[in-house]
């Protein structure tokens, strides 16, 4: 069960809305090896069109890299940030550096499906199935679809855990603060 706090599921979806017709894309860290999402991420979907051509071309390239002809479409349409998101490799990078100065780890990672629901496509369970991944890891997916079926605290958010290409859909708890909630009585108040 992914337990989250409710100011971090609406930091997913002003993000998610403001990114949209594009896919957003972030990570919440918690403490290391912990299952608490504490601090919010927002990062840049590599794949949406910057204007720099030279840019947009090395994106294009690993693209095709990363997804293989067999996912280069979605529904007869070239995949673009309409219907994929990269990690922007050096905000990536920098990221994961204040987490590991930290002691952190990326417990949530998230993305919006603007044309599709909130699940998993198989170029999500194919990249979350990659060798570098950590079975701990929530995925949470928000559709930002105009007919979206809300789910969780009236969005349509799902969780996910991803392994080996096996999709496991878990139940996601929204609360005010971690102070008291199911996980366990806290002796200390959340940091903000």
């Known amino acids: 069960m992914l337990v989250i706090r409710a100011d971090l599921v609406d930091e997913i979806m002003v993000h ?3 990114e949209h017709p ?11 090896g912990g299952d608490r999402p504490e601090r919010f991420f927002r990062m840049t ?11 947009e071309e090395r994106e294009q390239a ?5 997804l293989g002809e067999a996912h280069a479409e979605y529904q007869g349409e070239r995949r673009s940030s309409l219907t994929y998101y990269t990690w922007d490799v050096k905000e990536r990078l920098r990221a994961q550096r204040e987490m590991d100065a930290r002691d952190e ?15 998993p496509s198989q170029v999500d369970i194919d990249v979350a199935s990659g060798p570098a991944n950590d079975p701990r890891i929530h995925y949470v997916i928000v559709s930002t679809r105009p007919d979206a079926e809300p789910r969780v605290a009236g969005h349509d ?16 708890e929204v609360v005010e603060t ?3 909630a199911h996980t ?9």
């Open 62 to 66: 690993q693209r095709e890299l990363v």
């Open 184 to 192: 366990g009585a806290d002796d200390v108040p959340d940091s903000v």
């Open 105 to 119: 780890w990326a417990c949530v990672i998230y993305h919006s499906h603007t044309r599709s629901p909130a699940y």
């Open 16 to 18: 998610a809305r403001a």
């Open 45 to 55: 979907n590599a794949a949406k069109p910057t204007g720099d051509a030279l840019a």
């Open 22 to 32: 594009h896919e957003a894309c972030g990570m919440i860290a918690g403490a290391e």
């Open 157 to 172: 958010l799902r969780s996910f855990r991803i392994v080996d290409g096996v999709v496991t859909e878990e139940q996601v």
């Open 178 to 180: 971690y102070m008291f």
